[in-house]
């Protein structure tokens, strides 16, 4: 069976425009990266823990900001290029960008030296556009966004 993955996708509208909330991975390899390497905050789970209690979790993990809202919306799960399955919850929720602190992960670095370094998770957050969360998303979780928008193109949003 495949890894898998929960995670959230908050929603806002400021000033007539849907923005959505993107995650940055920490650690060296992201560093200077920025186009296609966002992500919705996520993580693994098992068959212990419910998937949307895990993707509430993920997120309080990865962001220290815990969710509150109500009418989470089941978007249709992905496969990523490595072959976990994601799934992911939308929930119109606002949360400062600038007040997140992530977990930390210790990670060998450089690889096969023996040293290891502590890193966050994300390193940093934003509310983004569609376009230009299109443009800084993994692009294999741009049909979360998609999906969203159909979603509440049928409620009027």
Known sequence: MPKQSSGLLLYRKRDSELQ??????????FKGKDAGVWSIPKGEYDSSEDALSAAKREFEEETGLPVNGDNFIALTPIKQKGGKVVSCWAVEADVNQ???VSNTFDMEYPYKS???ITIPEIDRAGWFSYENACL???ERQKSFLDDLLAALNKHDF
Not at 20 to 29: A, I, S, T, W
């Open 20 to 29: 959505f909330f993107l995650v940055h991975p920490g650690g060296p390899y």
């Open 98 to 100: 600038d007040k997140i």
């Open 114 to 116: 023996g040293k290891y």
């Open 136 to 138: 800084k998303i993994n």
